[in-house]
C-alpha cells in the first residue's frame, strides 16, 4: 500500500515537474519578498526599540500582537483591504515575520557588553557610531537568529496563500483537499517543507559563522 502511494506520488509529481517548480519559485518569492519587508521595517524598529528602553514595550507588544492574531485570519483582514493576491500575502507574511526581527535585533543590540561600549565612548565615538560600528555588528548572530525562525514562520504561512488568491504550493495543497486527494496534498507539502529545511539549514549556518568570527 506505501509502496504504491510513493510510486503515484513520484509519477505525478515527475508528470507535473514543471508547474510543480512555478508554484516552488512563487512560494520561494513570496517569501522573499515578505521577509525583506520585515529586515527593512523590523531592524529600525528593534535598534528604536534598543536605544530608547520606554518604547520598547510598546513596539514589543505590538509585534507580539500581530504575531497571536491567527493566519487565516490576518489575512482575511488584509483581503478586506488590499483584495485578492501576491500582495496580500506578501503583506501578511511581513507582518508574521515582524516580532522575531524586531526582537532579536533589540535582545541583540541590549546584549553588546558595556565595557565594549565604554571603550567606544572612551576613543570618542558618537552614540551613531557606536551603533553602526559596535552595538549592529555585534548583534548579527541575534538578528541571524530572528531572520532564521522568521523564514521557517514566513515558509510555512505562505501555504495558505491560494485562500486569498495568492499562489505558491499552498495552491497544489488546497486543491488537493478540495479533490480529497493525498497524492496532490503531499505534492505541495515536501517541497514546503524542504524549502524550510534547506532555509533553516543554510541561515542555521551562516548564524554560526557569524558568531565564530565574533568570538
Do not use: C, W
Not at 528604536?48 to 510598546?58: D, H, K, M, S, Y
Not at 482575511?76 to 501576491?86: E, K, P, Q, S, T
Not at 480529497?180 to 514546503?192: F, L, N
Amino acid at each position: 500500500m506505501l509502496m504504491t502511494f510513493i510510486t503515484e506520488l513520484v509519477t505525478y509529481m515527475a508528470e507535473n515537474y514543471n508547474e510543480l517548480l512555478m508554484l516552488t519559485l512563487e512560494h520561494i518569492l513570496m517569501v522573499v519578498y515578505g521577509i525583506g519587508l520585515s529586515l527593512v521595517v523590523g531592524v529600525p524598529l528593534g535598534i528604536l526599540a534598543a536605544r530608547f528602553e520606554r518604547l520598547a514595550p510598546i513596539i514589543i507588544s505590538i509585534t507580539n500582537v500581530l504575531q497571536l492574531i491567527p493566519s487565516l485570519a490576518m489575512l482575511a483582514i488584509l483581503m478586506l483591504y488590499l483584495g485578492f493576491g501576491f500582495k496580500t500575502i506578501v503583506i501578511g507574511l511581513f507582518l508574521y515575520s515582524l516580532l522575531p526581527i524586531v526582537k532579536n535585533t533589540y535582545v541583540g543590540i541590549r546584549e553588546v557588553d558595556d565595557s565594549v561600549i565604554e571603550s567606544g565612548v572612551g576613543i570618542g565615538m558618537t552614540p551613531l557610531q557606536l551603533l553602526a560600528k559596535i552595538q549592529f555588528p555585534l548583534s548579527i548572530p541575534y538578528l541571524m537568529a530572528g531572520l532564521r525562525l522568521a523564514a521557517v514562520i514566513a515558509i510555512s504561512v505562505a501555504t495558505i496563500g491560494p485562500y486569498i488568491g495568492a499562489g505558491g504550493l499552498g495552491k497544489e495543497i488546497v486543491s488537493g483537499i478540495s479533490l480529497q486527494s493525498d497524492v496532490k496534498i503531499y505534492a505541495g507539502a515536501i517541497p514546503a517543507t524542504l524549502i524550510a529545511i534547506i532555509a533553516d539549514l543554510a541561515l542555521g549556518t551562516v548564524e554560526r559563522k557569524t558568531k565564530k568570527r565574533l568570538a
